[in-house]
Structures are given as structure tokens and as C-alpha cells.
């Protein structure tokens, strides 16, 4: 495949590759150069020297980010010269703001410090980064390993239940499993990369056939129940699973990346409408069975109602993020520890607090943009595997990011789900890292031959 | 497929697009009720993270801190204390993250916590230059001599002092007894402060109430040398004649005013002097007085010593009155300072004051400057005439009607109801009050004055209700006249 590409045009593909190449090293140093700003501001508002590491900060951040640019280059030329250093740029803004939390807070209270554990956690990350494009090489592989795949996924979302190794931190959602040596990790993270990946291959290999309505359910057309066999079922784990999890936000990720990728798989937008009126009824169900959620939706409909108690959180971070205003209060100048679960859940509103509507627009604008490529990567994929899961990949990443902004700006419910690069917690940015690994693949995949993907997809729906 | 992924994304930059919309709504739309709301402790936690500017009295050597902050290691950064603790309570008030804040520590809260628009470009040299903000200091005028004087005096009994430079209008004590400890509202620990607070609350001496400033008095006899003043300011003479009479009998009414000793004459039954009556504290011939005058004639004396004005001074204070229509029992009954003539022990010391200082009234000063963290003045408050009725001069009554009442109020103190006041080797002028509270209650007893008489420095006021530690029997006196006196030495510097 890649003998072929070369051989078909090899002077006005380097070139494009160059100046790609040009792109993505000119923007990882910028985004190193804002990192070590924010890192140098955050220090400063604590004490008027420079800090005392920030060569060596530095020095890390080039490296990580040297070793990405070399492999992305060589084993993807070509590729999005755009999503690394975007992510890269998330991960540093983030680490700035753990960083700033952990003076916060350690003034108040000596707590642990979250930010060299994080810092390890983005030289993991990166590392994961390489390694993904390292040891996949072709991201088309994934395809042959769906069943598998799809299986690990939801053992994974099933390890958190598990006794001795499944835990919920007393924060009434059991997502995390402990790792020796003391870490954690949220398997529903990863897990959800796997159902994206075990969905985009199915409904890849399946689209035509849940395209056409065969039987007939009363008025309806419907497809073959056993088409649906597989995502189904993963499916109705993975939600049955995150409803004894507790973990409202991921199960509101898988449902609607399994109805949006059926969507984009077949175009059929009943899916989507059966998708809605499946969630409304489910949502229904859930706040009627289930006091967690009925105070979600309390607290999203009058935070102020108890603003001591249960909307305490909600509360705080729309004063942070009032506070903010426009320009922000100014890095290191605010008071995020006033917020529960800052690291995690709520760092956009510390983010708000501290660098105001200016910063969480850019912020957006970030993510917006990951997202913006994304889709383009999806449509420009040579094949329907590489489409849907581009397009997966992309929607969960953005749905990931207006589920958990919307909750802490009151937008939406809140649901407990991690923003991505940029809350503290090494499973998420691990993940994330994959993700946008996998994008950067998807990326710089070209075409096999003349004869498409669709035509390839369907001749295996013929068999 | 193409379409399906494309309108997919369409959603997804539709979701962003309602994330964009609802954070302008919040920073934007939304951001000052929120930033402002009550229950965000933002601005809490930055006003406690500047040291806030310490509140000073005295000047050079005899200079004391009356209230400064400290650093602790409290979420709260910056902890207020007052060193002095009771003893200023009623002039530095209290700062409370709960309660608010009183008196100076709320009327200069702007230079206290450095954010005056004098100290911006200040401010804003400190931001770069990496240095903290820093509240700048407030130097009040009291001096703590006389302060302590007038504690000392006042113990144990509930009521206030008064004392004034009556060249300056400066406060040199402003006392209200019983006081409270300020450190009490002003900790960080919520849970004490409420309780503090409530029993303040619940004492039914209110020791909260700053009485020098904040509480009405019937003046009682006090009121005498306002009628006194409208009677010189129109042509009348210390050495003036009237009829001396054991009851005087009340127009319109069957009332009767009497004198202090019930069915006596003040004087021989037939005739008295106006400075006599004023020494003896003559209730019937200043009845008569005021019915010759008529109330016209004593209510604008009376507002051209402030009555019926607010009062410009530093912090709020309680208007002092005295109603604009009188009948005649009212105007005479007016005129010894009962009836419903109500009066903060503030107006009466400015009364005293501008009767020593020729007729002029300057109007009370507590802060004489603001100072930063390095001892520069940032802002100065000059000596000024009080503005009475929009008038600027300060003019209460004629230099002529002034000394005729210095002459007469120095006879109070040597020959009269006033010698409790009076001070070997300096002349005192005075006069006593002693405002009936009604049957079988123990009347609130007044002094007020100045000294040296002939050129004074000090003016004070005493007040002490319910007849202090005398009860009943208590008089302006017996009771208030010492206690001027021990602040006016103390202001004299003499022992």
C-alpha cells in the first residue's frame, strides 16, 4: 500500500508532507512556549522568582514532544499536522492548572500534590502516543480484531465491579480498579475507545445490511434483528454495566456514540429517533428509580435551591466562573480550591475563574478545532472502517467535552466525566493520547487502490 | 455515509456553538451577580489577602495602634486586632466577614483595604513590581489620654463622653459605655463570632450602641445656654432681671414647671440675673425667658447650633432635634431641655465647643489623615468649619453672645451647680443637666464644657444615664461634672 502511494507520486506528496511536518514542529514549539508561560505565571503568582525548574520543564515538554513529531513523521507522513499539538497544548494548559490547584490547595491543607504524578502521567501519555502509531502501524488491523476487541472493552467496564480490585474512592461511582503500586485507573476510559473502535468495525462490515428494512415490526421497517446481534449486546452490557457503576456520564457517552455510529454507518436517521425516544424513556426510568439521579436533576434545575448542600459544587463553579467574567482574574489569583473535585471533574471553571471568557474560548476553540479535524479525517478516509472510526472517535471526543462543559456551566445535568487533556487522572489522558493517535493514523491513511472501501465493504455484506 | 458523518458533525459543532452561547452568558451577562453574590466567598478571600491599613490614635510618642492586622495561616489570611480591645470599640468599630463592618473600619474601608482611587497608580506600581498590595493607615485625632481618661471616669456606669479641640473640631475621646471587645466579631471563626454577637445582642445595655453618637438624650439643664444664647443674641445681658418665681405656671394648661428643689425660689422670690439663674440652673426663670422669646426665637438658636441638621462627621451620627412648631407650654418646657428636645452628646460637646471658640463651630473631626504603609500622607483632612443649615461659616452665635456665655457658663462652674468640674489654677466654663425620665426614674445627668475658659482647648460632654452609680439622687453635678472634669485634666495635662 504505501509502496504504491510512494512509487504514484512521490515529489508532490513530500513536499506536502514537509510543509505539514513544518506545520506540526512550528506548533508544538508554540505550544510548548505557552505551556511554559502558563507554568511560569501559575509559579509566579506564589512567589516573585521564576521557577526554579523551568529549564528543566522545558527541556521534558521538547523532548515529549521531539519524540512524537519523529514518530508521527516517519510513520505517518502526511498525517493532521494539527491534533498533536493541540493535544499537546490541552495537556500543557492542564498540567498548569494542576499545578496551580495543588499551591491552592497545599496552602489550605498540605494535601497530596497531583501535579508531578501528573506530569508522569503526560510522559506516559505521549509514550503511549508513539507507541500506539509504533506498534499498530495500520490502524486497518484493528478491523481484524474486532470481536476482541469489543470483548476486552467490556471486561474492562466490568473490572471496577469486581471485588478487592474495583473501588469507588467513597464517591459513589465504582469506576476505578486500584493498579499495584499505588495508582488507579478508570477502565471505562479505554473501554470506550474499544467500543468505538469493535462499533466502527461491525457497522462498517453491516451498514448495508441495517441500511435495508427487511422485516417488518408492526407498521415499521425494520432490519434484521440478528444484524443487531453484537453492537447490541455490547451495548445493553455496557449500559447495564454503568448503571451498577453509577456512572452516568460514560453511560451517556456509549449510548449516544452507539446511536450516532449507527447513524453515520447507515444514514438512517430512525435510528436516531429510536435512539432519542429510547433515551428519554431511559432517562425517565433512571430518575424515577434512582435518587442520584432525581438530585442531578434538582440541582441542574436550581442550583441556588441548596447551594449549601447538594448544589454546593454546581454552585461554586458559577461563581468561579462569574467571577472570571471576561478577562479572568488572572492565573494564580483566584481561588479554585473553593470548588469540590477541581482537579477532576470541575478544572474548567478554575480555568474560568482564572483566565475568564477569553481563556475558555480559547479553550473551546481548541477542542473545536480537534473536533473540526476530526470529521475531516473521517470524510477523507480511504475506507468505511477508517470513516466511522474517525468519525466515532471524533464524536465521542467532542461529546466527551460538551457533556462535561455543559455540566459544569449548567448547560446540561451534571454527569462525573473527565474534560479531556486536561482534568487530572492518568487513565483519561492515556486514553485521549490513543484516541488522537489513532486520528493521526486515520489521517495519514491513503487509499488502497482505485477500487474504494464501500465497494470492498460491500462485497463482504455479499458473502 | 459522507452525509450522515457531515451532518453528525454539524451536531457536534452545533453543541459547541450552545457551550459558547452559555459561557457568554455566564462571564459575560451573568458575571457580576454572580461574582457578587452573597454566598461567594471570592471576594472575601481577596479582601482578607490584603494586609488591611491599621487604624492609629495619637500622635508621635503617645502614638498607640488601635487596630492592625496580622498574618495567619487561616484561609482567611489576614486576621484584625485590636490590641486596645474595648477601649476604642466605639471608634474603630469592628470587621466582621460576617457582620460587615462599623464605624471607621466601614467609613474608610477603601484606604483600609488600600482600593482608594488615590492609591491606584500606587497600586499599580506595587502589581509590577511583584510588592503586595497594602490597606494604607487611618490617624484618627483621639488621643489616647484623654480616652483613657474618659473610660476610667465613666466606669462601671452607662453613658458616653465627648471631648473636642474646639480650635479644630478634633475628637480627642469619644466614649460609650458599656463597650464590647471588637476582636470578638472580627475572628475567622464564624461559630464564636454568632455567639459573641448574640449576646451582644441579647445585654439590654446594648453595648453594640455607640451612645455618643448614636442615642438621644433629653439635654435636660445643658439646654439652658441655648436659650441663654437666644436670649443674649437678641439684645438680652447677663446682668438682666426677671421675675423669680417658686412655680411658673404653664399657659393653656394646669401645668406648672418648678425648680430642682421643689417650691423654692432660685433666688430671693422676687428677682434673679440671668448668669444667676444659669448657675443655679433656674427652671421657672427659663421657662419665662423662653415664653418672652417665643419659640421662633429658640428653635433657630437652636438650629443655628445644628439642631434639626445631620450632623457632617466622619461616621453616621443621630440627628439631634428639637420640634419646629412649639405651643407655649412646649417652648417653655423646651427650654430646660425636656419635652421632646432629644440631642446626641456629640451636638451637645459641639455646642460647648463653638460657644469657646467665639461663637464658631468647626465641624468634629475624627481622621486627621491617611497614611501608606511608608508613613506618607495620602490624603489629608483639614480643620473646617461646620456647615450649619447650608451655611459655611460655622457662625453659631455672635462673638458677643459667645463670651457673654463663657462668662456666665464660668460662673456655673465656681459659683454654681457646676463645681464639681472645676479645676484649681484654670478657669472652667460648664454647665450641669438633669434630664427627668419621668416618675420614679432615675434621671440621665449631663455636664458639658471647656477650658481653660478663656482660651479653651477642650470641650467635652458627659452624659451618664439613670443617675450613674447616685441612681435617683444622682444630678449633672453630682454625678457628670467630675467625670468632665478628670477628661479636661487629662486633655489640660494637669492632675
Same mark, same amino acid.
Given at each position: 500500500?504505501?509502496? =504504491?502511494?510512494?512509487?504514484?507520486?512521490?515529489?508532490?506528496?513530500?513536499?506536502?508532507?514537509?510543509?505539514?511536518?513544518?506545520?506540526?514542529?512550528?506548533?508544538?514549539?508554540?505550544?510548548?512556549?505557552?505551556?511554559?508561560?502558563?507554568?511560569?505565571?501559575?509559579?509566579?503568582?506564589?512567589?516573585?522568582?521564576?521557577?526554579?525548574?523551568?529549564?528543566?520543564?522545558?527541556? *521534558?515538554?521538547?523532548?515529549?514532544?521531539?519524540?512524537?513529531?519523529?514518530?508521527?513523521?516517519?510513520?505517518?507522513?502526511?498525517?493532521?499536522?494539527?491534533?498533536?499539538?493541540?493535544?499537546?497544548?490541552?495537556?500543557?494548559?492542564?498540567?498548569?492548572?494542576?499545578?496551580?490547584?495543588?499551591?491552592?490547595?497545599?496552602?489550605?491543607?498540605?494535601?497530596?500534590?497531583?501535579?508531578?504524578?501528573?506530569?508522569?502521567?503526560? !510522559?506516559?501519555?505521549?509514550?503511549?502516543?508513539?507507541?500506539? !502509531?509504533?506498534?499498530?502501524?495500520?490502524?486497518?488491523?484493528?478491523?481484524?480484531?474486532?470481536?476482541?476487541?469489543?470483548?476486552?472493552?467490556?471486561?474492562?467496564?466490568?473490572?471496577?465491579?469486581?471485588?478487592? !480490585?474495583?473501588?469507588? =474512592?467513597?464517591?459513589?461511582?465504582?469506576?476505578?480498579?486500584?493498579?499495584?503500586?499505588?495508582?488507579?485507573?478508570? +477502565?471505562?476510559?479505554?473501554?470506550?475507545?474499544?467500543?468505538?473502535?469493535?462499533?466502527?468495525?461491525?457497522?462498517?462490515?453491516?451498514?448495508?445490511?441495517?441500511?435495508?428494512?427487511?422485516?417488518?415490526?408492526?407498521?415499521?421497517?425494520?432490519? +434484521? #434483528?440478528?444484524?443487531?446481534?453484537?453492537?447490541?449486546?455490547?451495548?445493553?452490557?455496557?449500559? #447495564?454495566?454503568?448503571?451498577?457503576?453509577?456512572?452516568?456520564?460514560?453511560?451517556?457517552?456509549?449510548?449516544?456514540?452507539? *446511536?450516532?455510529?449507527?447513524?453515520?454507518?447507515?444514514?438512517?436517521?430512525?435510528?436516531?429517533?429510536?435512539?432519542?425516544?429510547?433515551?428519554?424513556?431511559?432517562?425517565?426510568?433512571?430518575?424515577?428509580?434512582?435518587?442520584?439521579?432525581?438530585?442531578? *436533576?434538582?440541582?441542574?434545575?436550581? +442550583?441556588?435551591?441548596?447551594?449549601?448542600?447538594?448544589?454546593?459544587?454546581?454552585?461554586?463553579?458559577? =461563581?468561579?466562573?462569574?467571577?472570571?467574567?471576561?478577562?479572568?482574574?488572572?492565573?494564580?489569583?483566584?481561588? +479554585?480550591?473553593?470548588?469540590?473535585?477541581?482537579?477532576?471533574?470541575?478544572?474548567?471553571?478554575?480555568?474560568?475563574?482564572?483566565?475568564?471568557?477569553?481563556?475558555?474560548?480559547?479553550?473551546?476553540?481548541?477542542?473545536?478545532?480537534?473536533?473540526?479535524?476530526?470529521?475531516?479525517?473521517?470524510?477523507?478516509?480511504?475506507?468505511? =472502517?477508517?470513516?466511522?472510526?474517525?468519525?466515532?472517535?471524533?464524536?465521542?471526543?467532542?461529546?466527551?467535552?460538551?457533556?462535561?462543559?455543559?455540566?459544569?456551566?449548567?448547560?446540561?445535568?451534571?454527569?462525573?466525566?473527565?474534560?479531556?487533556?486536561?482534568?487530572?487522572?492518568?487513565?483519561?489522558?492515556?486514553?485521549?493520547?490513543?484516541? !488522537?493517535?489513532?486520528?493521526?493514523?486515520?489521517?495519514?491513511?491513503?487509499?488502497?487502490?482505485?477500487?474504494?472501501?464501500?465497494?470492498?465493504?460491500?462485497?463482504?455484506?455479499?458473502? | 455515509?459522507?452525509?450522515?458523518?457531515?451532518?453528525?458533525?454539524?451536531?457536534?459543532?452545533?453543541?459547541?456553538?450552545?457551550?459558547?452561547?452559555?459561557?457568554?452568558?455566564?462571564?459575560?451577562?451573568?458575571?457580576?451577580?454572580?461574582?457578587?453574590?452573597?454566598?461567594?466567598?471570592?471576594?472575601?478571600?481577596?479582601?482578607?489577602?490584603?494586609?488591611?491599613?491599621?487604624?492609629?490614635?495619637?500622635?508621635?510618642?503617645?502614638?498607640?495602634?488601635?487596630?492592625?492586622?496580622?498574618?495567619?495561616?487561616?484561609?482567611?489570611?489576614?486576621?484584625?486586632?485590636?490590641?486596645?480591645?474595648?477601649?476604642?470599640?466605639?471608634?474603630?468599630?469592628?470587621?466582621?466577614?460576617?457582620?460587615?463592618?462599623?464605624? @471607621?473600619?466601614?467609613?474608610?474601608?477603601?484606604?483600609?483595604?488600600?482600593?482608594?482611587?488615590?492609591?491606584?497608580?500606587?497600586?499599580?506600581?506595587?502589581?509590577?513590581?511583584?510588592?503586595?498590595?497594602?490597606?494604607?493607615?487611618?490617624?484618627?485625632?483621639?488621643?489616647?489620654?484623654?480616652?483613657?481618661?474618659?473610660?476610667?471616669?465613666?466606669?462601671?456606669?452607662?453613658?458616653?463622653?465627648?471631648?473636642?479641640?474646639?480650635?479644630?473640631?478634633?475628637?480627642?475621646?469619644?466614649?460609650?459605655?458599656?463597650?464590647?471587645?471588637?476582636?470578638?466579631?472580627?475572628?475567622?471563626?464564624?461559630?464564636?463570632?454568632?455567639?459573641?454577637?448574640?449576646?451582644?445582642?441579647?445585654?439590654?445595655?446594648?453595648?453594640?450602641?455607640?451612645?455618643?453618637?448614636?442615642?438621644?438624650?433629653?439635654?435636660?439643664?445643658?439646654?439652658?445656654?441655648?436659650?441663654?444664647?437666644?436670649?443674649?443674641?437678641?439684645?438680652?445681658?447677663?446682668?438682666?432681671?426677671?421675675?423669680?418665681?417658686?412655680?411658673?405656671?404653664?399657659?393653656?394648661?394646669?401645668?406648672?414647671?418648678?425648680?430642682?428643689?421643689?417650691?423654692?425660689?432660685?433666688?430671693?422670690?422676687?428677682?434673679?440675673?440671668?448668669?444667676?439663674?444659669?448657675?443655679?440652673?433656674?427652671?421657672?426663670?427659663?421657662?419665662?425667658?423662653?415664653?418672652?422669646?417665643?419659640?421662633?426665637?429658640?428653635?433657630?438658636?437652636?438650629?443655628?447650633?445644628?439642631?434639626?441638621?445631620?450632623?457632617?462627621?466622619?461616621?453616621?451620627?443621630?440627628?439631634?432635634?428639637?420640634?419646629?412648631?412649639?405651643?407655649?407650654?412646649?417652648?417653655?418646657?423646651?427650654?430646660?431641655?425636656?419635652?421632646?428636645?432629644? @440631642?446626641?452628646?456629640?451636638?451637645?460637646?459641639?455646642?460647648?465647643?463653638?460657644?469657646?471658640?467665639?461663637?464658631?463651630?468647626?465641624?468634629?473631626?475624627?481622621?486627621?489623615?491617611?497614611?501608606?504603609?511608608?508613613?506618607?500622607?495620602?490624603?489629608?483632612?483639614?480643620?473646617?468649619?461646620?456647615?450649619?443649615?447650608?451655611?459655611?461659616?460655622?457662625?453659631?452665635?455672635?462673638?458677643?453672645?459667645?463670651?457673654?456665655?463663657?462668662?456666665?457658663?464660668?460662673?456655673?462652674?465656681?459659683?454654681?451647680?457646676?463645681?464639681?468640674?472645676?479645676?484649681?489654677?484654670?478657669?472652667?466654663?460648664?454647665?450641669?443637666?438633669?434630664?427627668?425620665?419621668?416618675?420614679?426614674?432615675?434621671?440621665?445627668?449631663?455636664?458639658?464644657?471647656?477650658?481653660?475658659?478663656?482660651?479653651?482647648?477642650?470641650?467635652?460632654?458627659?452624659?451618664?444615664?439613670?443617675?450613674?452609680?447616685?441612681?435617683?439622687?444622682?444630678?449633672?453635678?453630682?454625678?457628670?461634672?467630675?467625670?468632665?472634669?478628670?477628661?479636661?485634666?487629662?486633655?489640660?495635662?494637669?492632675?
Amino acid at each position: 500500500m504505501k509502496l =504504491f502511494r510512494r512509487g504514484r507520486d512521490t515529489t508532490a506528496a513530500s513536499a506536502a508532507d514537509r510543509r505539514r511536518a513544518f506545520t506540526e514542529l512550528a506548533l508544538l514549539i508554540l505550544a510548548i512556549l505557552i505551556t511554559l508561560s502558563a507554568y511560569t505565571l501559575v509559579n509566579l503568582a506564589q512567589s516573585p522568582q521564576l521557577p526554579a525548574g523551568l529549564l528543566a520543564y522545558g527541556g *521534558v515538554l521538547a523532548a515529549l514532544a521531539a519524540a512524537a513529531h519523529i514518530v508521527v513523521r516517519r510513520l505517518a507522513p502526511g498525517a493532521d499536522p494539527l491534533l498533536l499539538p493541540i493535544g499537546f497544548l490541552l495537556n500543557g494548559i492542564g498540567l498548569a492548572m494542576v499545578n496551580r490547584i495543588d499551591f491552592a490547595v497545599r496552602t489550605r491543607e498540605g494535601a497530596l500534590q497531583l501535579a508531578p504524578l501528573q506530569t508522569i502521567w503526560t !510522559i506516559v501519555g505521549i509514550a503511549l502516543f508513539c507507541g500506539t !502509531i509504533l506498534f499498530l502501524r495500520d490502524h486497518t488491523i484493528l478491523d481484524r480484531y474486532r470481536y476482541i476487541i469489543g470483548l476486552v472493552a467490556v471486561v474492562a467496564l466490568v473490572t471496577p465491579l469486581l471485588p478487592v !480490585i474495583g473501588t469507588d =474512592f467513597g464517591r459513589g461511582s465504582r469506576i476505578w480498579i486500584r493498579v499495584p503500586g499505588g495508582f488507579s485507573l478508570q +477502565p471505562g476510559e479505554f473501554a470506550k475507545l474499544g467500543l468505538v473502535i469493535f462499533f466502527a468495525s461491525y457497522l462498517a462490515e453491516k451498514r448495508a445490511l441495517l441500511s435495508a428494512a427487511t422485516s417488518r415490526l408492526g407498521p415499521l421497517h425494520v432490519p +434484521p #434483528a440478528r444484524a443487531f446481534g453484537p453492537v447490541g449486546l455490547a451495548w445493553i452490557v455496557s449500559l #447495564a454495566v454503568l448503571v451498577f457503576e453509577r456512572d452516568l456520564g460514560l453511560s451517556l457517552l456509549i449510548f449516544s456514540i452507539f *446511536v450516532a455510529m449507527l447513524y453515520m454507518a447507515t444514514g438512517r436517521i430512525a435510528y436516531v429517533a429510536a435512539g432519542g425516544l429510547l433515551f428519554a424513556s431511559g432517562a425517565l426510568a433512571a430518575w424515577s428509580q434512582f435518587s442520584h439521579v432525581q438530585t442531578r *436533576v434538582a440541582i441542574w434545575l436550581d +442550583p441556588f435551591a441548596d447551594a449549601q448542600d447538594t448544589g454546593f459544587q454546581l454552585v461554586q463553579s458559577l =461563581f468561579a466562573l462569574g467571577t472570571g467574567g471576561v478577562a479572568g482574574v488572572g492565573w494564580g489569583q483566584g481561588n +479554585p480550591e473553593l470548588i469540590p473535585d477541581v482537579p477532576t471533574d470541575f478544572i474548567f471553571a478554575a480555568l474560568g475563574e482564572e483566565l475568564g471568557l477569553l481563556g475558555t474560548t480559547a479553550i473551546l476553540l481548541l477542542y473545536f478545532l480537534i473536533a473540526g479535524r476530526g470529521f475531516t479525517i473521517a470524510l477523507r478516509a480511504p475506507d468505511d =472502517f477508517s470513516r466511522l472510526l474517525a468519525a466515532g472517535l471524533t464524536f465521542v471526543f467532542s461529546l466527551q467535552v460538551f457533556v462535561i462543559v455543559g455540566g459544569v456551566t449548567r448547560l446540561i445535568p451534571l454527569t462525573g466525566i473527565t474534560l479531556p487533556f486536561m482534568s487530572q487522572g492518568g487513565s483519561s489522558l492515556l486514553a485521549n493520547y490513543i484516541l !488522537i493517535a489513532l486520528l493521526v493514523m486515520i489521517s495519514a491513511a491513503r487509499p488502497a487502490a482505485d477500487a474504494s472501501g464501500v465497494s470492498g465493504n460491500l462485497a463482504r455484506v455479499g458473502k | 455515509m459522507t452525509r450522515s458523518i457531515r451532518r453528525t458533525a454539524w451536531v457536534s459543532f452545533l453543541l459547541f456553538g450552545l457551550l459558547f452561547l452559555n459561557l457568554n452568558w455566564l462571564q459575560v451577562i451573568r458575571a457580576d451577580d454572580l461574582a457578587n453574590d452573597s454566598s461567594n466567598r471570592r471576594q472575601l478571600l481577596a479582601e482578607y489577602d490584603i494586609r488591611r491599613g491599621a487604624i492609629t490614635a495619637g500622635t508621635g510618642a503617645d502614638q498607640v495602634t488601635i487596630a492592625a492586622s496580622r498574618e495567619t495561616d487561616d484561609q482567611l489570611r489576614f486576621l484584625r486586632e485590636y490590641e486596645q480591645g474595648p477601649a476604642y470599640a466605639h471608634i474603630t468599630g469592628f470587621h466582621s466577614f460576617i457582620f460587615g463592618r462599623t464605624q @471607621v473600619e466601614s467609613q474608610y474601608n477603601d484606604f483600609l483595604q488600600g482600593s482608594a482611587p488615590e492609591t491606584l497608580f500606587r497600586n499599580l506600581g506595587d502589581a509590577l513590581r511583584g510588592r503586595e498590595r497594602q490597606g494604607d493607615t487611618i490617624v484618627t485625632t483621639v488621643e489616647p489620654a484623654v480616652q483613657q481618661a474618659a473610660i476610667d471616669a465613666l466606669r462601671g456606669q452607662t453613658g458616653a463622653v465627648v471631648a473636642l479641640d474646639p480650635r479644630s473640631g478634633d475628637v480627642l475621646a469619644m466614649v460609650s459605655a458599656p463597650t464590647y471587645d471588637p476582636n470578638l466579631l472580627s475572628s475567622h471563626d464564624p461559630g464564636p463570632i454568632r455567639d459573641a454577637w448574640e449576646s451582644l445582642n441579647a445585654d439590654p445595655l446594648n453595648p453594640l450602641l455607640n451612645r455618643s453618637i448614636s442615642e438621644l438624650y433629653a439635654p435636660g439643664s445643658t439646654f439652658k445656654v441655648i436659650t441663654a444664647a437666644a436670649s443674649l443674641e437678641r439684645g438680652g445681658r447677663p446682668s438682666d432681671t426677671y421675675a423669680d418665681p417658686t412655680l411658673l405656671d404653664l399657659p393653656l394648661t394646669t401645668a406648672q414647671i418648678g425648680n430642682f428643689s421643689r417650691g423654692r425660689p432660685c433666688n430671693d422670690g422676687t428677682s434673679i440675673t440671668l448668669q444667676r439663674a444659669l448657675e443655679v440652673s433656674c427652671n421657672t426663670t427659663f421657662g419665662i425667658i423662653a415664653l418672652e422669646l417665643g419659640a421662633d426665637a429658640l428653635v433657630q438658636t437652636a438650629e443655628s447650633f445644628g439642631l434639626n441638621s445631620d450632623l457632617d462627621f466622619d461616621v453616621p451620627t443621630e440627628t439631634s432635634r428639637i420640634p419646629k412648631e412649639l405651643d407655649e407650654p412646649s417652648t417653655a418646657q423646651s427650654a430646660i431641655g425636656q419635652r421632646d428636645v432629644r @440631642v446626641t452628646p456629640l451636638q451637645m460637646a459641639l455646642v460647648a465647643a463653638a460657644i469657646g471658640n467665639d461663637g464658631i463651630m468647626m465641624r468634629p473631626r475624627l481622621v486627621s489623615e491617611v497614611q501608606d504603609f511608608a508613613g506618607r500622607v495620602v490624603r489629608q483632612y483639614p480643620p473646617q468649619r461646620q456647615t450649619i443649615a447650608g451655611v459655611a461659616t460655622g457662625q453659631t452665635v455672635s462673638p458677643q453672645t459667645a463670651a457673654g456665655l463663657t462668662q456666665m457658663m464660668t460662673a456655673v462652674v465656681e459659683n454654681g451647680t457646676g463645681q464639681n468640674a472645676a479645676i484649681p489654677g484654670v478657669p472652667v466654663a460648664g454647665k450641669t443637666g438633669t434630664a427627668e425620665q419621668g416618675e420614679g426614674e432615675a434621671p440621665d445627668t449631663w455636664f458639658i464644657g471647656f477650658a481653660p475658659a478663656d482660651n479653651p482647648v477642650v470641650a467635652v460632654a458627659v452624659v451618664v444615664e439613670g443617675g450613674g452609680d447616685a441612681g435617683e439622687s444622682g444630678t449633672g453635678g453630682g454625678v457628670s461634672a467630675p467625670i468632665a472634669r478628670t477628661v479636661l485634666e487629662a486633655a489640660l495635662g494637669v492632675q
